[in-house]
């Protein structure tokens, strides 16, 4: 009888094993910020991101190829991609009126794209690390090659790092990182630990002197910065002496009346909280005022800008503004303005923040996706850019940096306002608008995001919503103040700006940006080839 020998597949994998991958890769998304009901709802976990990324680790130390390791990390990407950011099919189906089966295919399609990245660093990792290298030495390889992977995700086309495994652990003990390495360096921390932990430990050299000599330092600096980082305490002097008062606004206009009928009930609720409030600082959420001043009702604008240019207060408002270029032509900008106190009653200079990071197909149409935008019903969608590092706000002593939306998830790109720590903001406002996406655990994950800001740059976050989370953050990325989702109301405390020395993050950052991070997981990748290569030499020279 002739018996066929099973066809090798060398991207497949059991069903059992890939089924384990996509459950732990939903388990990983679940970390960024508890979903359910209860007292867990919306907070990070950091020791389950740990955990499913272990397994991951296990799984792809334990493969048999770099096509089989690609697998792996693309099915484990897939799936945490898709948990964490399945909230897409809401803005495009409920509030873009896409086809159901074309907003899920969409969600998916983007999932599993962004997925390849986490497979190609899987199967690099397989590359440099099969032979040769001992728990260490692979731990190292597989943090570089994930963090690597998260920058790419970060940074091409214009980047989304939303859900990067770095949120996870805004409240875990590598906080304390944070400071130091940023996000993406606490991907790294997380990997390198995840690997450490789950390493084949069979048929690999002794761990040399100089790995061992290793763990020892990173665990040493790790206890430093535990007791002096910035994410740890604030002492007196950094502390501005007096507090201002601020009051955060949230209209919970629900999105589908943003731009319809729900424009009047904006511009009467916003002016009359507006006009009422008595705190130093009173700050809308983004495109709070959805018209341009030119549709406006008469005087409206006028009298805003008359009440704040008289007083001692200011408001920060988002709305959207429409300019002309030297081409005569008119160009719309998602944007903040700041009316406040003038030196002649006649004057009536404001401030103004243009939106940098736009949002693909919200605020501008990514080359060759015209097609798309136009199955959905979604307004505003061209917008022009404003400058990366913009003019601080100053305003009763403190020097106030605002960021609108997601561009929040760019830390690399806020901390460019810190090169002068001179005049490095004291604090941060984020204006935002995320009801596109629901009463879904989108929100949650936003605030993390902003804590994760809060704690890289060692600055108060003020955050400003349509329907959540308005809260205030301070320096230690603690959430001190927020009103619930979905309601609206005012929040009003005082707080404090932090003047004291930037973060060791927001110095190399706001200099050399995320380079010094890759050149180092680079770097790592070569020594762990090397390695390799040297023992396939030694191997071949010895006969063995």
């Not at 690999?204 to 910065?225: C, D, E, F, I």
């Not at 201002?244 to 629900?254: A, D, E, R, S």
């Not at 149409?365 to 199955?375: D, G, N």
């Not at 902003?450 to 890289?456: D, G, I, Q």
Request: with cysteine; net charge positive; aromatic share 10%.
């Amino acid at each position: 009888m002739d018996k066929r020998q099973p066809v090798y597949k060398p991207w497949a994998l059991p069903i059992k094993l890939a089924a384990m991958l996509l459950a732990v890769g939903l388990l990983h998304a679940l970390s960024l910020a508890v979903p359910f009901e209860g007292t867990l709802k919306g907070e990070p976990l950091g020791w389950l991101q740990l955990l499913s990324l272990a397994v991951l680790a296990g799984i792809l130390d334990r493969t048999h190829s770099s096509k089989q390791a690609f697998t792996t990390g693309w099915l484990f990407g897939v799936a945490w991609l898709i948990g964490s950011t399945w909230w897409l099919f809401i803005s495009m189906n409920t509030y873009g009126g896409l086809p159901a089966a074309l907003a899920a295919a969409a969600v998916a399609l983007l999932a599993a794209g962004l997925a390849v990245i986490y497979g190609a660093a899987c199967a690099v990792f397989h590359a440099v690390s099969k032979s040769g290298v001992g728990v260490i030495g692979r731990a190292s390889a597989f943090a570089a090659a994930w963090a690597l992977a998260e920058m790419v995700r970060g940074t091409i086309l214009t980047g989304f790092p939303w859900g990067a495994a770095g949120y996870a652990h805004v409240d875990s003990v590598l906080q304390h990182w944070a400071p130091w390495v940023g996000v993406y360096g606490l991907c790294a921390l997380s990997a390198f630990i995840a690997m450490a932990v789950s390493a084949q430990r069979k048929n690999y050299r002794k761990p040399t002197r100089a790995s061992q000599l290793g763990v020892v330092v990173m665990l040493g600096v790790l206890s430093y910065t535990w007791f002096t980082s910035p994410s740890r305490s604030v002492t007196g002097g950094n502390r501005a002496a007096k507090p201002i008062t601020v009051t955060l606004l949230q209209g919970n206009i629900p999105q589908d009346l943003k731009f319809g009928d729900g424009v009047n009930r904006a511009l009467r609720d916003y002016r009359e909280a507006l006009l009422t409030s008595t705190s130093d600082l009173t700050v809308t959420p983004e495109t709070a005022i959805p018209l341009i001043q030119q549709q406006m009702p008469e005087r409206y604008w006028g009298m805003l800008e008359t009440y704040f240019s008289k007083g001692t207060q200011a408001a920060l408002i988002g709305l959207p503004l429409a300019t002309r270029s030297e081409q005569g032509q008119l160009q719309y900008s998602n944007s903040v303005v700041a009316l406040m106190p003038q030196a002649t009653p006649a004057s009536t200079a404001s401030y103004q923040y243009n939106k940098h990071h736009l949002v693909p197909f919200g605020e501008f149409v990514p080359p060759f996706f015209q097609w798309f935008v136009r199955l959905m019903n979604i307004p505003l969608g061209e917008f022009t850019r404003g400058e990366v590092a913009q003019p601080n706000l100053h305003l009763k002593g403190e020097r106030i940096a605002p960021n609108i939306c997601y561009e929040d998830l760019f830390g690399e790109e806020l901390a460019r306002s810190f090169a002068n720590p001179d005049d490095a903001p004291t604090l941060m406002v984020n204006l935002s608008n995320i009801a596109w996406f629901g009463d879904t655990v989108a929100i949650d994950q936003h605030l993390n995001i902003s804590r994760m800001r809060a704690l890289e740059l060692g600055r108060p976050m003020l955050r400003a919503t349509n329907t959540g989370a308005t809260a205030i953050i301070n320096a230690q990325g603690e959430v001190t103040h927020r009103l619930p989702s979905s309601v609206q109301g005012a929040l009003t405390a005082e707080v404090y700006g932090e003047h004291g020395p930037v973060t060791p993050y927001a110095c190399w950052v706001s200099a050399w940006g995320l380079w010094p991070l890759a050149i180092l997981a680079v770097l790592t990748l070569l020594v762990a080839a090397l390695m390799v290569h040297a023992s396939r030499h030694d191997q071949r020279r010895f006969g063995t």
